[in-house]
């Protein structure tokens, strides 16, 4: 099983500032099958990015995705009042299909 | 547009069986893999279930293999879960989600609202 391990656990920024999240697998990622989903409280998760750095349909650019191999980031470049959210990774290279524990950006 | 609207959920005392559904529209069902997450109160994301658009592939966590079972009705466009012997350490938010291609190893494109699992005596 792939362990996927988010950190920080809580990313306390302001409004405009640039959010960096990071994900770290156990073992390689295969074809760096790792997406990365956003979830507000009380929603279901929303699909950001996919395949480590391909953005989902109607996800501004703001948010971009990077790594490979077992180090994933996903940025946000200027934190937007509605982008206050957890997130988690996910790999789907291989089952089980694995979560990470999730990283929560929260308004400084 | 895509749809996916979970039904089921509700209080099942410890052993007891429920079963889940998610009905679907905007897409064609039988050409897309299709997943079931859990989210225990407070807690974060957990893989439970995939199966392939076919209904031919089908896998689980180590959690709930034996007890639960995915399946689904392409003519009814319906994903289901059929969960038995069921523990207080299931109770949680069920979610299901339209995976991107008709493998299960693709990323969840689409999710429900999720319906809400509770286990106690």
């Known amino acids: 099983e792939i362990v996927l391990t988010q950190s920080p656990g809580t990313l306390s920024l302001s409004p405009g500032e640039r959010a960096t999240l990071s994900c770290r697998a156990s073992?390689?990622?295969?074809?760096?099958?790792l997406a990365w989903y956003q979830q507000k409280p009380g929603q279901a998760p929303r699909l950001l990015i996919y395949d480590a750095s391909s953005r989902a349909t109607g996800i501004p650019d703001r948010f971009s995705g990077s790594g490979s191999g077992t180090d994933f980031t996903l940025t946000i470049s200027r934190l937007e009042p509605e982008d206050f959210a957890v997130y988690y990774c996910?790999?789907?290279?291989?089952?089980?299909?694995?979560f990470g524990g999730g990283t929560k950006v929260e308004i400084k | 547009e895509v749809q996916l609207l979970e039904s089921g959920g509700g209080l099942v005392q410890p052993g007891g069986s429920l079963r889940l559904s998610c009905a679907v529209a905007?897409?064609?069902?039988?050409?897309?893999?299709m997943s079931w997450v859990r989210q225990a109160p407070g807690k974060g994301l957990e893989w439970v279930s995939s199966?392939?658009?076919?209904?031919?592939?089908?896998s689980y966590a180590d959690s709930v293999k034996g007890r639960f079972t995915i399946s689904r009705d392409n003519p009814k466009n319906t994903l289901y879960l059929q969960m038995n012997s069921l523990r207080a350490e299931d109770t949680a938010v069920f979610y299901c989600?339209?995976?991107?291609?008709?493998?299960?190893?693709?990323?969840?494109?689409?999710w429900g609202q999720g319906t809400l699992v509770t286990v106690s005596s």
């Open positions: 996910q790999q789907y290279g291989g089952s089980p299909l694995t």
């Open positions: 073992q390689s990622v295969s074809s760096s099958y």
């Open positions: 199966i392939s658009g076919s209904g031919g592939g089908t």
């Open positions: 905007g897409f064609t069902f039988s050409s897309y893999a």
């Open positions: 989600a339209k995976v991107e291609g008709y493998s299960v190893y693709d990323p969840m494109e689409y």
